[in-house]
């Protein structure tokens, strides 16, 4: 059986990198975040990544859970295999579709220019632009590339329309133009409201990311969990589906104790996380490996438990409070075992009566049949026994103590 690696070397990488300096000094708050993606085949959603951009315009919609007076974006070339030249970005109100609402569209700068080179690996952060928004407000961010990007940095299960035209199309408020149409986002991977609120990140696979969520309609378990704290604070959804929180895959993220430090810690303002990652470990782990979900690491509990204490000692050593979720019941899912339900059985006793997290959030039960507690309840089921419907969402995002956020 795999044993998680615990050398200094990782430890150090959780735990002792600061937070930038805007999250404990300025008032920028994450207002919205995804979690970033190497550019790989189509996993989930057929996607733009691998081909990336060439005189593209790339229209993206997302909904913040924070309010302001000024607002600024965030984009990321972490998976490039060159230098990503931006020729320019603009941020509005959304409209209908790909529409921007008139007298909202915002030209972007970088350090005053209108365009931007980000290096191999890095990202970069807009200037901030006077846009006031509410809460639970969507926002149109337009990117354009003159030239060829390469395969592109993205998120691949974004449950939301993406829009795509030849040109620049920077200043367009129809949307005639944004024919082609995608199911991830590129590049953008976080909106900051200038704001004083601390923000609540939510980290986990495609349950928190939301499959079977309905698309553009914003009802993942983090937009459910949202809406019930009304803008009090901003809840960031950093999931991605397919991922493990031990062993890292081409497709489907970086292992969850190496993205935890930038997906989580390094975002501006956050003060709580709400944890729900394992069953990919746990279910991948028993069967053959494909080229997306290869190696096929064998995980047990206590496995699972080791990963969960390193990410309570980096978020403790951040200041952040964590959550621990229990993983969701799966039985009649496709390539559930009676091994791996074993597992999930001892991970959830572990996270309900070990007292190692700040405070639990009971997920299964949330969700559970009544009358089979090992299988989600028939009106919260997707249909493939795993995932949760939109109805299964809000139940877990109801399940959820505010006053432990």
């Avoid at 984009?75 to 008139?102: D, I, M, Q």
């Avoid at 991922?243 to 303002?269: I, K, Q």
């Amino acid at each position: 059986m795999w044993k998680i690696a615990t050398s200094a070397a990782l430890i150090a990488a959780l735990t002792a990198l600061p937070a930038p300096a805007d999250a404990e000094t300025g008032r920028w708050t994450a207002g919205w975040a995804s979690a970033v993606q190497q550019p790989s085949p189509d996993v989930w959603y057929p996607t733009w990544a691998e081909k990336g951009f060439t005189d593209h315009s790339v229209r993206q919609v997302v909904r913040v859970t924070a309010g302001g007076s000024q607002l600024r974006i965030r984009l990321s070339n972490r998976y490039g295999g060159t230098p990503l030249r931006l020729t320019g970005a603009s941020v509005g109100k959304a409209g209908t579709g790909a529409a921007v609402r008139a007298g909202t569209l915002r030209s972007l700068s970088f350090a005053r220019s209108a365009s931007v080179s980000i290096a191999t690996g890095g990202q970069a952060a807009s200037d901030p632009v006077r846009l006031a928004v509410e809460p639970g407000e969507r926002l149109t961010v337009t990117l354009y590339f003159q030239g060829t990007t390469g395969p592109a940095t993205y998120h691949n299960l974004a449950q939301a329309t993406a829009y795509r035209a030849t040109g620049d199309h920077l200043r367009d408020l129809g949307a005639a133009a944004f024919a082609e149409t995608n199911s991830s986002w590129f590049y953008l991977s976080g909106v900051d409201v200038y704001g004083d609120t601390a923000a609540v990140a939510t980290f986990g696979d495609s349950i928190t990311d939301g499959y079977g969520a309905t698309q553009d309609a914003d009802d993942r378990y983090p937009d459910a969990l949202a809406s019930r704290l009304a803008g009090r604070r901003p809840v960031l959804d950093l999931g991605i589906a397919g991922n493990r929180l031990l062993t890292d895959s081409a497709c489907l993220g970086e292992r969850g104790l190496a993205r935890f430090r930038w997906d989580v810690l390094d975002r501006p303002r956050v003060k709580s996380v709400i944890v729900l990652e394992g069953i990919n470990d746990i279910l991948l782990g028993l069967q053959e490996p494909t080229p997306c979900t290869s190696p096929a690491v064998k995980v047990g509990a206590d496995d699972l438990i080791g990963g969960y204490r390193q990410l309570i000692r980096a978020a403790h050593a951040h200041g952040v409070r964590i959550i621990g979720g229990t993983l969701l019941p799966a039985k009649g899912y496709a390539y559930l075992t009676d091994e791996a339900e074993r597992i999930r059985d001892a991970v959830n006793t572990w996270i309900r009566t070990s007292g190692a997290f700040d405070a639990v959030v009971d997920f299964e039960r949330a969700v559970a049949d009544p009358a089979d507690p090992d299988r989600i309840r028939p009106g919260f089921d997707s249909g493939d026994h795993l995932h949760p419907n939109p109805a299964g969402y809000q139940a877990m995002a109801d399940a959820v103590d505010l006053r432990t956020l």
